[in-house]
């Protein structure tokens, strides 16, 4: 119910930030990043909340002892959605750890990379990730189906899902590249940038009070090239903005990791397995974190985005 609940109010949230920077204009490529997060990370909630209904339905026949149940078997729209809702997840990974680059550069040497990016080739990037990750989806979906087969549970026939052998071999190629390496990389990648964001932060806001309290520029200490010195009002918004995304994405997908990691390392962690118990444990748990992740981003723009927020309370 949790679930449901923060993964529908977060699909409202992205839908709202979609409609504001639309409204705003698309200036530049990281505007563009920004919003293609936005509508991974809906497009992830959307499936979530729908996986979270069908594993509620799946345990009221459950708990029932199928004295309720239903024409389609829950596990049919779990597997469908849960797999759907991977595949924009390692979108809203890839489009992180890009914007999160790029900004980090930004950060480091304003002159050099502050336009590194145009409109155009973000769509190029963002085009590619979302691409590659919506084929490895559908190798995933083209193995399974729905038939009407006779369930012993209910004694009677009703849709149940059905999965190709050949799926497995996939699954397990997907598996490693999608949810072992990508996390991990990403994880790796983000990790530094938010350290590095945060040390320039740092000398940022230790550079301004000195700057004011010395107004005839006596303070030689910064040359003309630090990246400090640069990172001032909106731009110091920008920096704050994007390094509270990141840091929030990098706690956030470490349970994904761990999870990940732990398939790997116990063969028998999966559902039905010898650890089912606590495979379905951990599996709530990084679907509700990863749930939070994908929808908090409108409370940071509300908070650190002034024109966003400005939009927000005068249209809403």
Not at 251 to 279: A, D, H, I, W
Request: proline share 3%; glycine share 4%.
């Amino acid at each position: 119910i949790v679930i449901a609940l923060i993964t529908f109010f977060g699909a409202i949230g992205n839908v709202i930030i979609i409609e504001i920077f639309l409204r705003l204009g698309i200036s530049d490529g990281v505007n563009m990043s920004l919003v293609s997060l936005a509508v991974s990370d809906l497009f992830y909630l959307i499936p979530a909340c729908i996986n979270s209904v069908s594993v509620m339905l799946q345990g009221v026949e459950e708990l029932s002892s199928f004295k309720v149940w239903f024409p389609v078997d829950p596990d049919v729209v779990h597997v469908i959605s849960i797999n759907t809702g991977a595949g924009f997840y390692a979108i809203s990974m890839l489009v992180t750890t890009f914007i999160t680059v790029v900004r980090c550069l930004a950060v480091v040497d304003p002159l050099k990379y502050r336009n590194l990016l145009s409109r155009t080739t973000t769509a190029i990037i963002i085009s590619s990730f979302s691409i590659v990750s919506i084929l490895f989806t559908i190798l995933l979906l083209v193995y399974v189906g729905v038939s009407s087969e006779f369930d012993s549970n209910i004694n009677t026939t009703r849709l149940v899902l059905w999965t190709s052998p050949k799926r497995a071999l996939i699954k397990d190629i997907i598996f490693g590249i999608r949810d072992v390496f990508l996390p991990l990389t990403s994880q790796a990648i983000v990790g530094m940038c938010v350290i590095i964001m945060a040390i320039y932060l740092q000398k940022a806001s230790t550079f301004r009070p000195n700057l004011l309290s010395d107004p005839q520029g006596k303070i030689k200490t910064l040359n003309k090239g630090s990246a400090p010195a640069k990172l001032v009002g909106k731009e110091l918004q920008v920096v704050r903005q994007m390094l509270l995304i990141a840091s929030v994405y990098s706690l956030c997908n470490m349970p994904k990791v761990v999870f990940n990691l732990t398939q790997l390392v116990l063969p028998e962690f999966y559902r039905g397995g010898r650890y089912s118990s606590m495979y379905s444990t951990l599996n709530i748990i990084r679907e509700l974190i990863q749930s939070v992740n994908a929808s908090v981003t409108f409370f940071i723009y509300l908070k650190y985005n002034s024109r966003f927020r400005n939009h927000f309370v005068l249209h809403h």
